[in-house]
T-cell receptor, first 115, second 113 residues
Framework: AQSVAQPEDQVNVAEGNPLTVKCTYS??????LFWYVQYPNRGLQFLLK??????LVKGSYGFEAEFNKSQTSFHLKKPSALVSDSALYFC?????????????FGRGTQLTVWP | EAQVTQNPRYLITVTGKKLTVTCSQN?????MSWYRQDPGLGLRQIYY???????DKGDVPEGYKVSRKEKRNFPLILESPSPNQTSLYFC????????????FGPGTRLTVL
């Protein structure tokens, strides 16, 4: 069965410091991996995805994520955090062999960046 | 503007009173989905549709119905709502060309008393 784990409910970091939001996954085949962000009282916005190719994926707002097949991880990173990055972040996965409509989300990680 | 729209955005209702939340996308996407978001549980997929007249259950389909009679619309129907269906609901759409990237609507906050 497909699943996603975000082991940290909360991540707190000072502005200007690097940030990491962790994600591990389990799929029966090869994964498509996604990160979405949700700002307060808003819908989800797409940040970045891994489909194939380079393991380091760059996305919106200076975020990047590294696909690690051996560790089944897809951690979200940013070299220098901004207060405006404070939001709820979701990792999601689908199996390339199954329908692309079937997406599995983690429980979310609340990122707080303090000034 | 390419978008997914949902109506209503907010709804307070009572147990047992049938309701429909509409979802429409103007991007000609094949795939559409419904999710519910609950604190500590993340997003859970209720139903999804691969194309017109093709739907399938997600993780939490009990108590919900969907239909896909037109490509652009994917309404969510609660025949007899109960308080445990109080939640924030999101509709999303995608197509093969996006590699599964889903575009989300603004959400519908439903309260069932």
């Amino acid at each position: 069965a497909q699943s996603v784990a975000q082991p940290e409910d909360q991540v707190n970091v000072a502005e200007g410091n690097p940030l990491t939001v962790k994600c591990t996954y389990s799929v029966s085949g090869n994964p498509y991996l996604f990160w979405y962000v949700q700002y307060p009282n808003r819908g989800l916005q797409f940040l970045l995805k891994y489909i194939t190719g380079d393991n380091l994926v760059k996305g919106s707002y200076g975020f990047e994520a590294e696909f690690n097949k051996s560790q089944t991880s897809f951690h979200l990173k940013k070299p220098s955090a901004l207060v405006s990055d404070s939001a709820l972040y979701f990792c999601a996965v689908t199996d390339r062999g199954s329908t692309l409509g079937r997406l599995y989300f983690g429980r979310g990680t609340q990122l707080t960046v303090w000034p | 503007e390419a978008q997914v729209t949902q109506n209503p955005r907010y709804l307070i209702t009572v147990t047992g009173k049938k309701l429909t939340v509409t979802c429409s996308q103007n991007m000609n996407h094949e795939y559409m989905s419904w999710y519910r978001q609950d604190p500590g549980l993340g997003l859970r997929q209720i139903y999804y549709s691969m194309n017109v007249e093709v739907t399938d259950k997600g993780d939490v389909p009990e108590g919900y119905k969907v239909s896909r009679k037109e490509k652009r619309n994917f309404p969510l129907i609660l025949e007899s709502p109960s308080p445990n269906q109080t939640s924030l609901y999101f509709c999303a759409s995608s197509f093969e060309g996006t590699g599964g990237t889903q575009y989300f609507g603004p959400g519908t906050r439903l309260t069932v008393l």
